[in-house]
């Protein structure tokens, strides 16, 4: 038996698709927008604020990894000066992230545009960082109502930053499909989202301005996306968020360095899943064909080049096991140590 429980999800998808966010803002009867991205993008945002007209209200461009709730106050504080009525996030995850937060904590209604492949847009969950300690949950509210796929803006995003993020959502595609709440619909997005993502990503980080190759990774991007918003992740996610929580490691590449080894240890426990990706993968040893891939896409060989110490690995296993999470097999505490070691050591 399963249950299949659709999220609402209206996707705007294509080279140029920025051009649509005018309409999409006034589709959801929104007047004064509230422009949010990063330092880093902020001409992007001058240009979305260009395409808005007087839908914008104003802008903050002060977005930060991991929603501090600093920036979210100041930015709570530019949407009461302006009076907006809803904010449109033009990003990855972070500015997603506080556009979230402005949701769950002002009832904002959002309209986001992905610029890399992470994924939270197509999910329910929010996070918030309050001294040091990052709180998650799930909350329908913080679903962006309107999502712009546009590849073009992708074409800024360097091969170093493209091939962990393109990993990332790869890896949720897999833990989708041992999730206890996997369904026919989820393998089939994950299964296309795999195969997408495989095909495009060392097109991607050999040519950054390849437009049909950017087309095809933000479609698999979506895809992905879209199984991490529907399903309980399992111990690669659980391992990563312990790992970049701990040592404040860089998101997307702890995921593409953790993958190949929680994939070799998960999927003999998780045969219908294996027989999907071994057909995306185009392969019969699902493991070696991401770890190649990761090697292709030029991916830090193991946590000891992102800066790890040996001594700091102790801890992860502790963390770990202090609460429940689901997965396919039971991971002992040994499991668990041979895993992140043989992560640190090498992929
Ligand atoms: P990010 O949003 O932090 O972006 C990294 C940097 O790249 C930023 O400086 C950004 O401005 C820049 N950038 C983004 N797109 C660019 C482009 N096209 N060209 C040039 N520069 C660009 O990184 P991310 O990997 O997208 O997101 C990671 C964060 O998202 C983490 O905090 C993670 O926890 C969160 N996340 C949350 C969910 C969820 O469901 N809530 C899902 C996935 C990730």
Redesign the pocket.
């Known amino acids: 038996m399963f249950v299949h429980d659709a999220l609402p999800m209206r996707v705007v998808f294509g080279p140029g698709a920025l051009d649509r966010v005018a309409e999409e803002v006034d589709l959801l009867g929104l007047h004064r927008v509230l422009v949010l ?5 902020g001409a ?1 945002a001058a240009r979305v604020t260009a395409l808005l007209g007087e839908r914008a209200a104003g802008t903050f461009d002060g ?5 501090p709730s600093a920036t979210v106050a100041a930015a709570e504080d530019v949407a009461a000066s302006v009076r907006a009525d809803g904010c449109l996030a033009i ?7 506080l556009a ?1 937060a402005l949701s769950l904590r002002q009832g904002l209604p959002s309209v986001v545009v ?14 918030l960082t309050e001294d040091g300690r ?1 709180t ?1 949950g799930r909350d329908p509210v ?1 679903l962006p109502r309107s999502v712009v796929y546009d590849p073009d ?6 091969a170093a ?1 493209s091939g ?2 393109g990993l ?1 959502a790869i890896a ?1 595609a897999v833990e989708a499909l041992y999730a206890p709440n996997a369904t026919p619909v989820i393998s089939a997005m994950a299964e296309r989202g795999v195969r997408d993502l495989a095909a495009a990503l060392p097109l991607v980080v050999a040519d950054g301005s390849d437009g049909a190759a950017r087309s095809l990774a933000l479609e698999g991007a979506w895809l992905c ?1 879209a199984c ?2 529907a399903t309980t992740m399992g111990l690669h996610h659980k391992l990563c ?1 312990v790992l ?1 929580g701990m040592l404040d490691l ?3 590449e702890t995921h593409a360095i953790v993958l190949p080894h929680v994939a070799a240890f998960n999927l003999p426990a998780a045969p219908e899943a294996d027989a999907v990706l071994r057909r995306a993968l185009g392969t019969d040893d699902v493991p070696a064909a991401l770890r190649d891939l990761a090697t292709t896409l030029g991916v830090p060989d193991g946590l000891r080049a992102l800066g790890v110490a040996h001594a700091d690995l102790a801890r992860v296993a502790d963390e770990v096991l202090a609460a429940p999470y689901s997965n396919p097999v039971a991971a002992t505490r040994a499991d668990i140590e041979a895993i992140v070691e043989a992560a640190w050591r090498s992929r």
């Open positions: 991205s990063t330092p880093r993008q992007l977005a930060r990894m991991h929603v990003g990855g995850g972070s500015t997603i992230g979230k992905p610029t890399t492949y992470a994924g939270s847009e197509m999910t329910p969950v929010w996070g990052k998650t913080v803006l992708t074409h800024a995003l360097p930053v962990p993020s990332n949720h996306g991490l918003g968020h970049g860089p998101h997307a």
